[in-house]
């Protein structure tokens, strides 16, 4: 899973998000890490959409213009949760590579 799906899909647990709602919260999470534009924001919800990950919740017309809102689906959160997981265990074979250990690990 790409670091774009990954917080994009953690971008929904806490509820429907339209596109510029998603961007925003994916800056907020990874803490600026991670940019997604609309361009290739659309790609990443076309490909999780079509994993079954996600899933359309509405379409709202805001300022002459229709906002889709995403969803995560139970598979989405599933996947999000054993992404999580993988990632978590590659950080502590890494941090343990390079002697590093708990609390000095998040410097």
């Known amino acids: ?63 002459g213009r229709l906002r889709r809102y995403y969803r995560l689906t139970r598979d989405g959160r599933h996947a999000l949760a054993a992404e999580a997981e993988l990632r978590t265990a590659s950080a502590r074979v890494v941090r343990a590579r390079l002697g590093l250990a708990g609390a000095e690990a998040a410097r």
């Open 1 to 63: 899973m790409t670091g774009q799906a990954f917080f994009v899909l953690a971008a929904l647990v806490s509820g429907p998000r339209h596109g510029y709602g998603i961007v925003g919260e994916v800056a907020e999470l990874s803490q600026g890490r991670v940019k997604l534009k609309i361009g290739s924001l659309y790609g990443v919800l076309d490909r999780l959409a079509s994993e079954g990950l996600i899933e359309p919740d509405r379409e709202e017309a805001h300022d």
